[in-house]
């Protein structure tokens, strides 16, 4: 019980100043129809609706444009990290349950660090979009970006499984895999 209350701190002591950092929308300014003047002399549902004024966030959204390219990238990086770590301490909290020798400290290696580096990948691979759909104005398809961090996660991790995690490939594609996550989210989400 004390190691779920640790990872449960340590997670959200890295999730606090990421919220904090978060970018603030500035809410949009409206202005009042022309014949809202009127409005207190007709019925309540014949009142004319708030339209938004040019140039106004909402403005904006109705006009199709989305989230800024480096705030996107910033949102995916931080959201990246933050399921990194979590899915981290995650895995190798699980991957020490399934340790049955207690006894011997060494036995219970590589469970953890198995376990911490598949945490670790599937929280990033889920955090990653989900950090950049919010911050797009939840307008992607968050599906389609889930599903392509996933398979990009899942073909990074076979290609390392297969050089046994040792290869000369294995540090490339520790650092590309995650930036096509980014190219690729952040495309769909632009979209």
Known sequence: MM?????????????G??????????????????????????APHARAPNVPVPGSTAAATRDGRRGSVPGLVAAGILGGGVGLV???FVGAWGGDFSCD????????????????????????ALLLPLAEHLAGGRRG?????LLVSIALAGAGLGLLWLTDFDGPTAPATLVTVPLAQLVAVTALERR
């Open 86 to 88: 979590g899915g981290a």
């Open 3 to 15: 190691r779920l209350w640790f990872v449960l701190c340590c997670t959200l002591a890295l999730a």
């Open 101 to 124: 020798d207690r006894g011997n400290a060494d036995a219970c290696d590589a469970p953890v660090i198995l376990g911490a580096m598949f945490g670790g990948v599937a929280g990033e």
């Open 141 to 145: 398809p968050l599906g389609k970006e």
């Open 17 to 42: 100043p990421a919220a904090a950092q978060a970018p603030r929308l500035a809410p949009p300014r409206l202005a009042l129809a022309p014949d809202a003047r009127l409005a207190p002399f007709r």
